[in-house]
């Protein structure tokens, strides 16, 4: 009986239909070194070498997951060195220096185990940092570098390769996009895991996103993953997310990595794509154990929170008001355009009763508080001012992680509050909230926080009593 292997076709993939392909080609290369190309690599190559019938590929971007240890950079040196052979230009890219400098020291062994002799057919500058392989007959060249904001900018090259795609950032990829601008027939490839809680990038989720989504254009996309959370001791999804267990590893390795973080554990090793920002400053994770399933009884009057955005797109209005349990309930009323107009958030302040409304946003606040009098809401608005906005901010994240808040389940807030970085204001320390990506509004998050802050500030009034 012949032993167990993993899948070897992807769960998900995103492919466009090709003329023919050029991935034979490099696993020829690359087995002539004495290495065995497993058959999921052989097919991955396959489709990203495809080509048109004009010679042109097929994919223009290229992007794949699977959980670590399978071999997915060897997908990477087959391209390269067919590159090489072909006298491509190419940057290898890493987050960090030690795999930078880790995959130039592979595709040197290859080159030797080939036959190439160092310095006569080939040469390998070793500069940490700035190691450069340059293959003499064809002049196709590797260059290796770390990835910064502006690394890559005012050169040239055929293939990109991005290497811990997790960690690639929207700065990064700014710096490096137009790299391949000026090749004739450009490709880039991104090859990674799925976002840790500790990861920062944000590129790789968003084109994995657009591929499954059928939204890509001249894109490919592969992964071997799981759709949820599960028991991570369940072996056929080993198998299933791990093409080449029982080829490079054993189920005896696999078992030796659980441990308590069984999260971490189904990200690293069965392909689990969280749908939260784990590098938000505010994870689901904090966010989700304040959620209450039943309205909360509620005491006292509403603070109103009201945030028109820094981009001058939206603007929002968010609820807070004390419980019995003496914790702040919160909630966001809509977020709108603000070139919708103001009447919505008229209308509600008219006939909600209302302890205290603060507004922020420079480019409305002066035109609601107008609007305000001339509607007869008798509530003079707090504008706050910088210090304040600084102490609404920090008091709403202690209010999290001391659990002092409670929330319903609304999906645009939970997306923005999950996805935030902070941003400083001030020249003290003080900060605020941005979003980590366009899709998700910020305001939502800001209003919900100065609410809280009111709520959380206003003393309840004693009544006052006479004795005799």
């Known amino acids: 009986m012949a032993p167990r292997i993993g899948r070897q076709t992807p769960t998900k993939s995103f492919v466009l239909d090709h003329e023919k392909s050029l991935g034979s080609e490099a696993v020829e290369l690359y087995e002539s070194s004495g290495q065995k190309v497993l058959e999921w690599q052989r097919k991955m190559l396959e489709d990203i070498m495809g080509v048109q019938s004009d010679g042109l590929w097929t994919h223009m971007t ?54 190439y002799v160092q310095d006569e057919d080939f040469t390998a500058i070793k500069a940490k940092g700035s190691e450069v392989i340059h293959f003499l007959k064809t002049d196709g060249k590797i260059q290796y570098r770390t990835r910064t904001g502006s690394g890559g900018l005012g050169e040239g090259f055929d293939l990109m390769v991005i290497d811990e795609a997790q960690e690639y950032t929207d700065d990064q990829k700014s710096a490096l996009k137009y790299t391949v601008t000026s090749s004739q027939n450009p490709q880039t490839i991104m090859c990674g895991t799925p976002p840790t809680n500790v990861s920062k990038g944000t590129v790789f989720p968003k084109f994995r996103q657009s591929c499954l989504q059928g939204k890509a254009v001249d894109s490919y996309w592969s992964e071997w993953s799981i759709d949820k959370a599960t028991d991570p001791a369940d072996v056929n999804l080993w198998y299933e997310c791990n093409p080449s267990l029982g080829q490079l590893y054993t189920e005896r390795n696999v078992r030796q990595e659980m441990d308590d973080d069984d999260e971490d554990f189904m990200i690293q090793r069965l392909g689990l794509w969280i749908a939260y920002s784990q590098s938000s400053a505010i994870t689901e994770v904090d966010w989700k154990r304040l ?21 001058g797109q939206n603007v929002s209005l968010s609820l807070a008001v004390k419980t019995s349990e003496k914790k702040v309930f919160v909630e966001t009323l809509d977020c ?8 919505w958030i008229l209308d509600f302040l008219a006939q909600a009763d209302i302890d205290k409304i603060i507004i922020d946003g420079a ?8 609007e305000m009098k001339d509607a007869g809401i008798r509530i003079k608005p707090v504008l706050p001012t910088v210090k304040e906005v600084i102490a609404a901010n920090a008091l709403f994240e202690q209010g999290v992680f001391q659990s002092h808040i409670q929330h319903a389940d609304q999906l645009s807030l939970d997306h923005s509050v999950t996805n935030c970085d902070r941003r400083a204001i001030g020249t003290n320390g003080g900060f605020g909230w941005k979003s980590q990506t366009d899709q998700y509004d910020i305001t939502l998050l800001e209003s919900v926080a100065l609410a809280y802050w009111a709520c959380a500030t206003t003393k309840e009034k004693r009544k006052r009593k006479i004795r005799y």
């Open 336 to 343: 709108r355009p603000i070139r919708s107009g103001n009447d």
């Open 363 to 370: 480019n409305g606040q002066a035109m609601l508080t107008d």
């Open 291 to 311: 959620e209450t399933e039943k309205l909360p009884d509620l005491c006292g009057k509403l603070f109103v929170g009201i945030k028109y955005g820094q981009d």
């Open 62 to 115: 290229c992007g794949y997951s699977l959980p670590r240890r399978n071999g997915k950079t060897e997908i990477v040196y087959m391209r390269e060195l067919w590159g090489l052979m072909h006298g491509e230009q190419i940057m290898h890219t890493a987050h960090r220096t030690a795999t930078s400098h880790s995959s130039w020291e592979a595709l040197v062994r290859l080159l030797v185990k080939m036959g």
